[in-house]
């Protein structure tokens, strides 16, 4: 459900839109989103996550709970998923919500950020304001 998530974090916040994509082939994904890309491999339930700027980061989700870490304060927190909804706190003290409609994703962020994000087939398209 939230493919962009750390993608989103990595991003500096901006007063123009951008956007991006990332592509699913087996376990790992592959991000493109202005100028940054990155990876996800997935191995069951921990994904380890890097980007072309060398952050890095590792999530793993226990029940309904994501927990990420990395030596990014951005990107350290936790995700509680309920049903279509999940909820984020981050350690620089962001939080962010992100609901899903079918394959459409809005995620919302205590800093003003907003994205969208549409998934068609092993493909999301997102696009944040």
């Known amino acids: 459900m939230l493919p962009y998530l750390l993608l989103l974090f990595v991003l500096p916040s901006a007063a123009f839109a951008q956007s991006g994509f990332s592509n699913e082939i087996g376990e790992t994904t592959f991000y493109h989103f202005d100028g940054l890309s990155g990876t996800k491999q997935s191995i069951g339930e921990i994904n380890f996550y890097r980007f072309s700027d060398g952050t890095t980061a590792t999530g793993n989700r226990i029940g309904d709970v994501e927990f990420y870490s990395s030596s990014t304060p951005r990107l350290n927190g936790t995700v509680n998923h309920l049903g279509e909804?999940?909820?984020?706190?981050?350690?620089?003290?962001?939080?962010?919500?992100?609901?899903s409609i079918g394959d459409t994703t809005f995620h919302h962020f205590s800093n003003g950020r907003s994205c969208t994000s549409n998934r068609i087939g092993s493909t999301t398209f997102t696009n944040c304001q």
């Open 85 to 99: 909804s999940a909820f984020g706190n981050w350690q620089d003290g962001t939080t962010s919500t992100h609901n």
